[in-house]
């Protein structure tokens, strides 16, 4: 369920800027979504545990990169390897009894990034 959720999430356009350096990525497609172990749980009074270990996925995006009078352009081919992320979300029940969330814990390492570029840069 989550593989098939993650895998069909839009991404916004992202962009930032750092000094003369200015860039947008757009287009964020995942390609492929492995998660050998992922597991989420209910923690009674506190909320939910969202566990993933030893995972991979592999992605693309088109950038655009501005830097002085330098411009490229172009596509991303990312991977990662040995994704592990913890994360804990705190629920609390409103003045109506709904529950909201209170509180976002994360925590994420990954063994090995792969880029691939095309364009100027590739």
């Known amino acids: 369920f989550v593989e098939e959720e993650l895998s069909n999430i839009s991404m916004p356009e992202m962009k ?3 000094g003369r350096f200015q ?4 287009d964020v497609k995942i390609k492929e ?3 050998s172990h992922a597991d989420l749980r209910f ?6 545990l969202f566990d993933v270990q030893n995972s ?7 950038r655009r990169i501005l830097y002085w009078f330098f411009y490229d352009t ?4 990312a991977s990662a390897e040995g994704v592990n992320i913890n994360t804990g979300v705190n629920l609390i029940r409103d003045d109506e009894g709904r529950l ?9 390492k990954i063994k090995k ?3 691939e570029f095309s364009g100027t840069l590739g």
């Open 43 to 48: 923690i009674p009074d506190v909320g939910l």
């Open 74 to 77: 172009g596509n991303i081919n």
């Open 113 to 115: 990034m792969r880029a």
């Open 56 to 62: 991979s996925i592999s992605l693309s995006f088109q």
């Open 23 to 26: 860039y947008t990525i757009t």
């Open 16 to 18: 930032g800027k750092e």
């Open 100 to 108: 909201k969330i209170n509180n976002i814990s994360c925590d994420a």
């Open 33 to 35: 979504l492995n998660l």
